[in-house]
Protein backbone atom coordinates (compact mmCIF):
# COMPACT_ATOMS: atom_id res chain seq x y z
CA UNK A 1 0.00 0.00 0.00
CA UNK A 2 1.32 3.12 -0.67
CA UNK A 3 2.61 6.04 1.97
CA UNK A 4 0.54 9.17 2.52
CA UNK A 5 1.90 12.28 1.02
CA UNK A 6 -0.42 14.88 1.61
CA UNK A 7 0.42 18.63 0.85
CA UNK A 8 2.73 20.16 3.14
CA UNK A 9 0.13 20.07 6.62
CA UNK A 10 1.47 22.99 8.00
CA UNK A 11 2.21 25.25 4.74
CA UNK A 12 0.20 28.05 5.08
CA UNK A 13 -1.62 27.26 8.29
CA UNK A 14 -0.74 30.71 9.82
CA UNK A 15 -1.26 32.82 6.86
CA UNK A 16 -4.96 30.67 6.97
CA UNK A 17 -5.81 31.48 10.67
CA UNK A 18 -4.86 35.07 10.29
CA UNK A 19 -7.03 35.30 6.55
CA UNK A 20 -9.70 33.57 8.50
CA UNK A 21 -9.34 36.28 11.60
CA UNK A 22 -9.21 39.33 9.19
CA UNK A 23 -11.90 38.40 7.45
CA UNK A 24 -14.61 38.01 10.51
CA UNK A 25 -12.50 41.12 11.90
CA UNK A 26 -13.51 43.25 9.20
CA UNK A 27 -17.56 41.68 9.40
CA UNK A 28 -17.73 42.56 12.81
CA UNK A 29 -16.05 46.06 12.22
CA UNK A 30 -13.63 45.30 15.04
CA UNK A 31 -11.83 47.85 17.53
CA UNK A 32 -8.87 48.40 15.95
CA UNK A 33 -6.78 48.12 19.04
CA UNK A 34 -8.14 45.28 20.05
CA UNK A 35 -7.50 43.71 16.39
CA UNK A 36 -3.72 44.20 16.67
CA UNK A 37 -3.57 42.99 20.38
CA UNK A 38 -5.44 39.68 19.01
CA UNK A 39 -3.67 39.48 15.76
CA UNK A 40 0.14 38.69 17.69
CA UNK A 41 0.56 36.03 19.79
CA UNK A 42 1.81 37.02 23.21
CA UNK A 43 4.36 34.51 24.61
CA UNK A 44 6.61 32.12 22.08
CA UNK A 45 9.00 29.74 24.10
CA UNK A 46 11.19 27.54 22.03
CA UNK A 47 13.63 25.43 24.18
CA UNK A 48 16.46 23.00 22.98
CA UNK A 49 16.88 20.36 25.13
CA UNK A 50 19.78 16.98 25.37
CA UNK A 51 18.14 13.34 25.99
CA UNK A 52 20.27 10.21 26.08
CA UNK A 53 19.43 8.05 23.65
CA UNK A 54 18.99 4.16 24.95
CA UNK A 55 22.71 3.61 22.84
CA UNK A 56 23.70 6.09 25.04
CA UNK A 57 24.37 9.10 22.40
CA UNK A 58 22.96 12.58 23.11
CA UNK A 59 20.56 14.50 21.00
CA UNK A 60 19.37 17.40 21.19
CA UNK A 61 15.05 18.47 20.48
CA UNK A 62 13.23 21.41 19.94
CA UNK A 63 10.25 22.04 21.63
CA UNK A 64 7.93 24.74 21.37
CA UNK A 65 5.04 26.50 23.55
CA UNK A 66 3.15 29.34 21.95
CA UNK A 67 0.52 31.49 24.16
CA UNK A 68 -1.40 33.83 22.32
CA UNK A 69 -3.67 35.07 24.08
CA UNK A 70 -5.06 34.66 27.50
CA UNK A 71 -7.52 37.32 28.21
CA UNK A 72 -10.17 34.99 29.10
CA UNK A 73 -8.49 32.70 31.27
CA UNK A 74 -4.90 30.66 31.33
CA UNK A 75 -3.60 29.21 27.98
CA UNK A 76 -4.81 26.46 26.77
CA UNK A 77 -4.12 24.16 24.02
CA UNK A 78 -2.09 20.49 23.07
CA UNK A 79 1.35 19.40 22.02
CA UNK A 80 1.47 17.62 19.12
CA UNK A 81 4.38 15.52 18.51
CA UNK A 82 5.41 15.76 14.54
CA UNK A 83 8.38 16.51 12.00
CA UNK A 84 6.21 19.23 10.87
CA UNK A 85 5.69 21.24 14.46
CA UNK A 86 7.58 24.67 14.30
CA UNK A 87 7.09 28.13 15.53
CA UNK A 88 4.67 28.81 12.32
CA UNK A 89 2.37 25.89 13.12
CA UNK A 90 2.37 26.03 17.17
CA UNK A 91 1.49 30.14 16.41
CA UNK A 92 -1.77 29.16 14.20
CA UNK A 93 -2.72 26.37 16.59
CA UNK A 94 -2.50 28.49 19.51
CA UNK A 95 -4.61 31.36 17.78
CA UNK A 96 -7.34 28.60 17.10
CA UNK A 97 -7.66 27.58 20.66
CA UNK A 98 -8.31 31.21 21.51
CA UNK A 99 -11.15 31.36 19.29
CA UNK A 100 -12.43 27.99 20.37
CA UNK A 101 -12.77 28.57 23.85
CA UNK A 102 -13.93 32.30 23.70
CA UNK A 103 -16.73 30.21 21.22
CA UNK A 104 -17.82 27.57 23.77
CA UNK A 105 -17.67 30.35 26.47
CA UNK A 106 -14.62 28.20 28.52
CA UNK A 107 -12.43 30.13 31.17
CA UNK A 108 -9.31 29.85 29.22
CA UNK A 109 -7.15 31.55 25.94
CA UNK A 110 -5.11 29.44 23.74
CA UNK A 111 -1.70 27.76 23.76
CA UNK A 112 -0.14 25.27 21.49
CA UNK A 113 3.18 23.65 21.36
CA UNK A 114 4.91 20.16 20.82
CA UNK A 115 8.36 18.86 19.64
CA UNK A 116 9.24 18.36 16.27
CA UNK A 117 9.87 14.97 15.79
CA UNK A 118 8.91 11.11 14.82
CA UNK A 119 7.99 9.92 17.63
CA UNK A 120 7.69 6.25 15.54
CA UNK A 121 11.41 6.41 15.34
CA UNK A 122 11.85 6.48 19.18
CA UNK A 123 11.37 3.77 21.91
CA UNK A 124 9.05 4.01 24.67
CA UNK A 125 11.69 4.66 27.22
CA UNK A 126 13.34 7.74 24.70
CA UNK A 127 9.55 8.84 24.78
CA UNK A 128 9.10 9.24 28.16
CA UNK A 129 12.75 11.07 28.70
CA UNK A 130 12.47 13.33 26.18
CA UNK A 131 8.70 14.35 27.17
CA UNK A 132 9.90 14.73 31.04
CA UNK A 133 12.78 17.16 29.83
CA UNK A 134 10.74 19.10 27.49
CA UNK A 135 8.76 19.74 30.90
CA UNK A 136 11.51 20.51 32.71
CA UNK A 137 12.89 22.71 30.26
CA UNK A 138 9.31 24.65 30.02
CA UNK A 139 9.65 24.69 33.65
CA UNK A 140 6.58 27.46 34.85
CA UNK A 141 5.94 28.92 31.43
CA UNK A 142 3.30 26.33 32.02
CA UNK A 143 1.36 25.19 35.23
CA UNK A 144 -2.36 24.76 36.45
CA UNK A 145 -3.31 28.32 36.25
CA UNK A 146 -0.95 29.28 33.88
CA UNK A 147 -0.44 27.42 30.54
CA UNK A 148 -2.53 23.76 30.63
CA UNK A 149 -1.19 21.42 27.35
CA UNK A 150 -3.22 18.32 26.73
CA UNK A 151 -2.75 15.85 23.80
CA UNK A 152 -2.71 16.37 20.35
CA UNK A 153 -1.24 14.20 17.33
CA UNK A 154 1.14 11.62 18.71
CA UNK A 155 0.52 12.68 22.08
CA UNK A 156 -1.69 10.54 24.48
CA UNK A 157 -2.67 9.67 28.16
CA UNK A 158 0.33 8.60 28.89
CA UNK A 159 2.68 11.18 27.81
CA UNK A 160 0.00 13.06 30.17
CA UNK A 161 0.81 11.26 32.70
CA UNK A 162 5.21 11.71 32.92
CA UNK A 163 4.37 15.44 32.09
CA UNK A 164 1.81 16.21 35.05
CA UNK A 165 4.60 13.95 37.07
CA UNK A 166 7.51 15.39 36.23
CA UNK A 167 6.05 19.19 36.76
CA UNK A 168 5.02 17.96 40.02
CA UNK A 169 7.61 16.70 41.47
CA UNK A 170 9.73 19.22 40.75
CA UNK A 171 7.66 21.33 43.18
CA UNK A 172 8.03 21.54 46.90
CA UNK A 173 6.50 18.24 48.28
CA UNK A 174 3.21 20.61 50.34
CA UNK A 175 1.86 21.46 46.99
CA UNK A 176 2.97 18.74 44.37
CA UNK A 177 -0.58 16.86 44.67
CA UNK A 178 -1.89 20.71 43.61
CA UNK A 179 0.05 20.65 40.18
CA UNK A 180 -1.27 17.55 39.14
CA UNK A 181 -3.65 19.12 36.75
CA UNK A 182 -1.13 21.33 34.98
CA UNK A 183 -2.15 18.87 31.88
CA UNK A 184 -5.44 17.30 30.78
CA UNK A 185 -5.96 14.07 28.92
CA UNK A 186 -4.49 12.03 31.85
CA UNK A 187 -5.49 8.85 32.34
CA UNK A 188 -8.37 8.28 34.72
CA UNK A 189 -6.02 6.32 37.62
CA UNK A 190 -4.15 9.79 37.32
CA UNK A 191 -7.15 12.63 37.82
CA UNK A 192 -7.81 12.40 34.47
CA UNK A 193 -11.48 12.63 33.52
CA UNK A 194 -13.93 9.67 32.31
CA UNK A 195 -14.91 10.50 28.70
CA UNK A 196 -12.09 12.57 28.08
CA UNK A 197 -10.27 10.01 25.56
CA UNK A 198 -13.49 10.39 23.16
CA UNK A 199 -14.54 13.63 23.92
CA UNK A 200 -13.32 15.28 20.71
CA UNK A 201 -14.99 12.48 18.45
CA UNK A 202 -18.15 12.39 20.46
CA UNK A 203 -18.25 16.65 19.83
CA UNK A 204 -17.60 16.11 16.10
CA UNK A 205 -21.10 13.68 16.13
CA UNK A 206 -22.61 16.11 18.36
CA UNK A 207 -22.25 18.61 15.82
CA UNK A 208 -22.65 16.49 12.95
CA UNK A 209 -26.16 15.51 14.66
CA UNK A 210 -27.04 19.08 15.41
CA UNK A 211 -26.50 19.82 11.58
CA UNK A 212 -29.17 16.92 10.20
CA UNK A 213 -31.30 18.29 12.57
CA UNK A 214 -31.03 22.10 11.35
CA UNK A 215 -30.62 21.31 7.43
CA UNK A 216 -33.51 18.44 8.03
CA UNK A 217 -30.96 15.53 6.88
CA UNK A 218 -31.41 12.00 8.29
CA UNK A 219 -27.92 10.28 9.66
CA UNK A 220 -29.41 6.97 8.75
CA UNK A 221 -27.56 5.33 5.83
CA UNK A 222 -25.56 7.87 4.92
CA UNK A 223 -22.13 7.32 4.11
CA UNK A 224 -19.05 9.25 5.00
CA UNK A 225 -15.27 9.26 4.84
CA UNK A 226 -12.46 10.11 7.70
CA UNK A 227 -9.27 11.15 6.87
CA UNK A 228 -7.12 10.24 10.26
CA UNK A 229 -7.87 7.28 12.38
CA UNK A 230 -6.34 8.18 15.54
CA UNK A 231 -8.03 8.97 18.46
CA UNK A 232 -10.36 12.09 16.74
CA UNK A 233 -10.52 9.56 14.00
CA UNK A 234 -11.82 6.37 15.81
CA UNK A 235 -14.50 8.15 18.24
CA UNK A 236 -16.02 9.89 15.79
CA UNK A 237 -16.56 6.94 13.77
CA UNK A 238 -17.59 5.03 16.80
CA UNK A 239 -20.62 7.38 17.71
CA UNK A 240 -21.54 8.16 13.95
CA UNK A 241 -22.09 4.50 13.41
CA UNK A 242 -24.59 4.65 16.06
CA UNK A 243 -26.33 7.10 14.58
CA UNK A 244 -26.65 4.74 11.19
CA UNK A 245 -24.14 5.96 9.34
CA UNK A 246 -21.79 3.86 7.19
CA UNK A 247 -17.88 4.05 7.15
CA UNK A 248 -16.83 3.60 3.58
CA UNK A 249 -13.27 5.00 3.97
CA UNK A 250 -10.32 5.84 6.06
CA UNK A 251 -7.15 7.28 5.35
CA UNK A 252 -4.08 8.03 7.25
CA UNK A 253 -0.29 8.24 7.32
CA UNK A 254 0.00 4.63 6.19
CA UNK A 255 -2.00 5.07 3.34
CA UNK A 256 -5.88 4.75 2.14
CA UNK A 257 -8.80 1.95 2.29
CA UNK A 258 -12.52 1.58 1.08
CA UNK A 259 -15.15 -0.65 1.56
CA UNK A 260 -18.63 -0.33 -0.02
CA UNK A 261 -20.11 -2.29 2.23
CA UNK A 262 -19.15 -0.61 5.16
CA UNK A 263 -15.79 -0.58 7.61
CA UNK A 264 -16.56 -1.69 11.19
CA UNK A 265 -14.86 0.97 13.02
CA UNK A 266 -14.05 -1.47 15.98
CA UNK A 267 -12.42 -3.81 13.81
CA UNK A 268 -10.03 -1.74 12.19
CA UNK A 269 -9.29 -0.11 15.59
CA UNK A 270 -8.40 -3.83 16.58
CA UNK A 271 -6.42 -4.09 13.31
CA UNK A 272 -4.52 -0.67 13.61
CA UNK A 273 -3.62 -1.28 17.42
CA UNK A 274 -1.65 -4.47 16.60
CA UNK A 275 -0.43 -2.85 13.35
CA UNK A 276 1.66 -0.05 15.18
CA UNK A 277 -1.29 2.40 14.78
CA UNK A 278 -1.74 2.12 11.18
CA UNK A 279 -4.66 1.07 8.98
CA UNK A 280 -2.78 -0.21 6.08
CA UNK A 281 -3.49 -3.72 5.85
CA UNK A 282 -6.62 -3.92 6.99
CA UNK A 283 -8.36 -7.01 5.60
CA UNK A 284 -11.59 -6.38 5.18
CA UNK A 285 -11.56 -3.53 2.96
CA UNK A 286 -9.80 -2.48 -0.67
CA UNK A 287 -6.60 -0.61 -0.85
CA UNK A 288 -7.24 3.00 -2.41
CA UNK A 289 -5.22 5.87 -4.30
CA UNK A 290 -4.75 7.95 -1.71
CA UNK A 291 -4.91 11.30 -4.00
CA UNK A 292 -8.48 10.40 -4.47
CA UNK A 293 -9.73 9.59 -1.19
CA UNK A 294 -11.64 13.12 -0.78
CA UNK A 295 -13.07 12.67 -4.01
CA UNK A 296 -14.91 10.09 -2.94
CA UNK A 297 -19.11 9.66 -3.55
CA UNK A 298 -20.09 9.93 -0.18
CA UNK A 299 -22.53 12.46 2.09
CA UNK A 300 -20.16 13.34 5.07
CA UNK A 301 -16.10 14.20 4.68
CA UNK A 302 -14.43 13.91 8.71
CA UNK A 303 -11.19 15.48 8.23
CA UNK A 304 -9.54 14.08 11.74
CA UNK A 305 -5.73 14.48 10.60
CA UNK A 306 -3.49 17.08 9.93
CA UNK A 307 -3.80 20.90 8.74
CA UNK A 308 -4.24 22.22 5.38
CA UNK A 309 -5.97 18.98 3.78
CA UNK A 310 -8.49 20.36 1.33
CA UNK A 311 -6.97 22.61 -0.65
CA UNK A 312 -7.63 24.02 -4.47
CA UNK A 313 -6.02 21.09 -5.89
CA UNK A 314 -8.39 18.69 -4.50
CA UNK A 315 -11.75 20.47 -3.05
CA UNK A 316 -13.34 20.91 -6.76
CA UNK A 317 -13.91 16.97 -6.75
CA UNK A 318 -15.32 17.03 -3.93
CA UNK A 319 -19.03 15.31 -3.69
CA UNK A 320 -20.17 15.45 -0.18
CA UNK A 321 -23.04 17.66 1.30
CA UNK A 322 -21.43 18.04 4.04
CA UNK A 323 -17.19 18.76 5.94
CA UNK A 324 -17.40 18.11 9.19
CA UNK A 325 -14.06 19.42 10.90
CA UNK A 326 -12.19 16.84 13.50
CA UNK A 327 -8.63 18.54 12.23
CA UNK A 328 -7.63 22.07 13.18
CA UNK A 329 -7.15 23.65 9.89
CA UNK A 330 -7.92 21.15 7.66
CA UNK A 331 -9.23 23.49 4.85
CA UNK A 332 -7.38 26.21 3.32
CA UNK A 333 -9.45 29.68 2.63
CA UNK A 334 -9.21 29.38 -1.22
CA UNK A 335 -10.68 26.08 -1.13
CA UNK A 336 -13.33 27.28 1.12
CA UNK A 337 -14.83 29.59 -1.02
CA UNK A 338 -15.08 27.16 -3.54
CA UNK A 339 -16.75 24.80 -1.56
CA UNK A 340 -19.36 26.90 -0.58
CA UNK A 341 -19.78 28.11 -3.82
CA UNK A 342 -20.67 24.76 -4.88
CA UNK A 343 -23.06 24.16 -1.76
CA UNK A 344 -20.73 21.84 0.63
CA UNK A 345 -21.70 22.82 4.52
CA UNK A 346 -18.71 22.91 6.60
CA UNK A 347 -18.97 22.50 10.31
CA UNK A 348 -15.72 24.76 11.16
CA UNK A 349 -13.22 23.40 13.60
CA UNK A 350 -12.78 25.81 16.19
CA UNK A 351 -16.77 24.35 16.88
CA UNK A 352 -16.45 20.85 15.49
CA UNK A 353 -13.70 19.58 17.76
CA UNK A 354 -14.22 21.60 20.55
CA UNK A 355 -15.62 18.95 22.63
CA UNK A 356 -11.82 18.43 23.15
CA UNK A 357 -11.12 21.53 25.31
CA UNK A 358 -14.68 21.27 26.71
CA UNK A 359 -13.47 17.66 28.30
CA UNK A 360 -10.35 19.40 29.29
CA UNK A 361 -12.33 22.12 31.15
CA UNK A 362 -14.40 19.68 32.85
CA UNK A 363 -11.46 17.88 33.82
CA UNK A 364 -9.45 20.72 35.53
CA UNK A 365 -12.28 21.51 37.01
CA UNK A 366 -13.23 17.84 38.73
CA UNK A 367 -9.42 17.96 39.61
CA UNK A 368 -9.76 21.76 41.42
CA UNK A 369 -12.55 20.09 43.46
CA UNK A 370 -10.61 16.78 44.27
CA UNK A 371 -13.88 14.89 42.62
CA UNK A 372 -14.57 12.26 40.18
CA UNK A 373 -17.55 12.80 37.50
CA UNK A 374 -19.00 9.66 35.49
CA UNK A 375 -18.81 10.03 31.82
CA UNK A 376 -22.05 9.94 31.16
CA UNK A 377 -22.69 13.41 32.73
CA UNK A 378 -19.53 14.75 31.17
CA UNK A 379 -20.49 13.38 27.64
CA UNK A 380 -24.10 15.36 28.58
CA UNK A 381 -22.44 18.45 29.71
CA UNK A 382 -20.23 18.54 26.28
CA UNK A 383 -23.65 18.20 24.10
CA UNK A 384 -25.30 21.07 25.91
CA UNK A 385 -22.27 23.24 25.69
CA UNK A 386 -21.88 22.27 21.86
CA UNK A 387 -25.37 22.74 21.60
CA UNK A 388 -25.37 26.40 22.86
CA UNK A 389 -22.55 27.41 20.83
CA UNK A 390 -24.10 25.90 17.55
CA UNK A 391 -27.01 28.05 17.68
CA UNK A 392 -24.91 31.32 18.23
CA UNK A 393 -22.74 30.64 15.50
CA UNK A 394 -25.83 30.37 13.49
CA UNK A 395 -27.35 33.31 14.90
CA UNK A 396 -24.40 35.17 13.91
CA UNK A 397 -24.07 33.73 10.43
CA UNK A 398 -27.64 34.87 9.72
CA UNK A 399 -27.30 38.48 10.88
CA UNK A 400 -24.09 39.05 9.56
CA UNK A 401 -25.11 36.91 6.19
CA UNK A 402 -21.77 34.90 5.92
CA UNK A 403 -20.42 31.32 6.52
CA UNK A 404 -20.74 29.35 9.01
CA UNK A 405 -16.98 29.62 9.78
CA UNK A 406 -17.18 33.72 10.31
CA UNK A 407 -20.26 33.35 12.22
CA UNK A 408 -18.22 31.22 14.86
CA UNK A 409 -15.59 33.62 14.76
CA UNK A 410 -17.89 36.49 15.07
CA UNK A 411 -19.13 34.43 18.48
CA UNK A 412 -15.51 34.61 19.81
CA UNK A 413 -14.18 37.87 18.79
CA UNK A 414 -16.93 39.29 20.00
CA UNK A 415 -16.84 37.57 23.41
CA UNK A 416 -13.17 38.82 23.65
CA UNK A 417 -13.92 42.51 22.09
CA UNK A 418 -15.97 42.54 25.32
CA UNK A 419 -13.64 41.38 27.75
CA UNK A 420 -11.13 44.19 26.65
CA UNK A 421 -13.36 46.77 26.36
CA UNK A 422 -14.34 46.09 29.78
CA UNK A 423 -11.09 46.06 31.34
CA UNK A 424 -9.13 48.01 29.14
CA UNK A 425 -5.67 47.57 28.68
CA UNK A 426 -2.81 48.31 31.36
CA UNK A 427 -1.47 50.62 32.71
P1 LIG B 1 -3.68 11.15 16.60
O1 LIG B 1 -2.21 11.24 16.69
O2 LIG B 1 -4.41 10.30 17.57
O3 LIG B 1 -4.11 10.68 15.13
C1 LIG B 1 -3.63 11.33 13.98
C2 LIG B 1 -4.05 10.51 12.76
O4 LIG B 1 -3.70 11.26 11.58
C3 LIG B 1 -3.32 9.16 12.65
O5 LIG B 1 -4.23 8.18 12.23
C4 LIG B 1 -2.28 9.43 11.55
O6 LIG B 1 -1.88 8.27 10.84
C5 LIG B 1 -3.06 10.38 10.67
N1 LIG B 1 -2.19 11.12 9.75
C6 LIG B 1 -1.00 11.71 10.00
N2 LIG B 1 -0.49 12.22 8.87
C7 LIG B 1 -1.39 11.97 7.89
C8 LIG B 1 -1.43 12.25 6.51
N3 LIG B 1 -0.45 12.92 5.91
N4 LIG B 1 -2.53 11.85 5.81
C9 LIG B 1 -3.52 11.16 6.40
N5 LIG B 1 -3.52 10.87 7.71
C10 LIG B 1 -2.47 11.26 8.44
O7 LIG B 1 -4.19 12.66 16.65
P2 LIG B 1 -5.62 13.20 17.11
O8 LIG B 1 -5.53 13.55 18.54
O9 LIG B 1 -6.68 12.29 16.64
O10 LIG B 1 -5.70 14.58 16.31
C11 LIG B 1 -6.16 14.64 14.97
C12 LIG B 1 -6.55 16.07 14.64
O11 LIG B 1 -7.58 16.51 15.52
C13 LIG B 1 -5.42 17.09 14.77
O12 LIG B 1 -5.60 18.10 13.78
C14 LIG B 1 -5.67 17.70 16.13
O13 LIG B 1 -5.13 19.00 16.28
C15 LIG B 1 -7.18 17.72 16.16
N6 LIG B 1 -7.77 17.77 17.52
C16 LIG B 1 -7.48 16.79 18.42
C17 LIG B 1 -8.07 16.86 19.68
C18 LIG B 1 -7.87 15.79 20.71
O14 LIG B 1 -8.55 15.84 21.76
N7 LIG B 1 -7.00 14.81 20.50
C19 LIG B 1 -8.91 17.94 20.01
C20 LIG B 1 -9.19 18.90 19.04
C21 LIG B 1 -8.61 18.80 17.79
Known amino acids: MET ?7 EGMYENVLRQFNQAADVINLDAGIRSILKN ?6 VNFPVKLDDGTIEVFTGYRVQHNNA ?4 KGGLRYHPTVDIDAARALAIWMT ?4 LVDLPYGGGKGGIQIDPKKFSHSELERITRRFTYALGDNIGPDMDIPAPDVNTNAQIMAWIADTYSSIKSPSVRQKNMHVVTGKPVGSGGLEGRDRATGFGVVTNIKKWAEKTGNKLKGMTFIVQGFGNVGYWASHFLIQEGAVLIAAQDASGSIVSEQGIDPELLLKHATTNGGN ?6 ANVLNSTSFFSLDCDIIIPAALGNQITPDNCYDIKAKLIAEG ?6 VDAEKVLLEKGVQIIPDILCNSGGVIGSYYEWLQNKRSENWKMVDVLDMIADKLDIAFDRMIEKSELYDVSWRVGAYAVALTRLEQTYKERGVFP
Open 327 to 332: ANGPTN
Open 41 to 46: TNNEIV
Open 99 to 102: WKSA
Open 72 to 75: LGPY
Open 4 to 10: VKSVNPK
Open 279 to 284: IAGYPL
